[in-house]
């Protein structure tokens, strides 16, 4: 069973930062792909970060310079260090997985962490 779970949300003031975690469970689980959604209140859920399995990443542009993704292949974990944040930043943050082939094949998704940032 595929279970993706995040933590290291919170409060935190504008200009401070943040790391995020998602654990994703199953050691043999190969995650092709593994990224950082968020949804602000009365928004469409955006794509913030991902990271192949080979460590090629993307950004959105509203995050590149202040957020890093990064990933740990042998602990199935995945990480966002957010700095400089700011109010446009609050909204919850979902992990999101994609295997590509085998019998875990699809999409799947954590649960998500609240982010609030204070102006």
């Known amino acids: 069973q595929v279970q993706l779970v995040e933590s290291g949300g919170g409060l935190v003031q504008a200009g401070g930062s943040l790391r995020l975690s998602c654990a994703a469970s199953?050691?043999?689980?190969?995650?092709?792909?593994m990224g950082w959604y968020r949804q602000a209140p009365g928004k469409q859920r955006e794509l913030v970060a991902t990271?192949?399995?080979?460590?090629?990443?993307t950004y959105a542009d509203s995050v590149k310079g202040r957020f890093t993704v990064s990933r740990d292949n042998a602990q199935n974990t995945l990480y966002l260090q957010m700095n400089s944040l700011n109010s446009e930043d609050t909204a919850v943050y979902y992990c999101?997985?994609?295997?590509?082939?085998?019998?875990?094949?699809?999409?799947?998704w954590g649960q998500g962490t609240q982010v609030t940032v204070s102006s």
């Open positions: 199953g050691s043999t689980i190969s995650y092709n792909v």
């Open positions: 999101n997985a994609r295997i590509l082939s085998g019998s875990f094949r699809g999409v799947y």
């Open positions: 990271i192949t399995r080979g460590s090629v990443v």
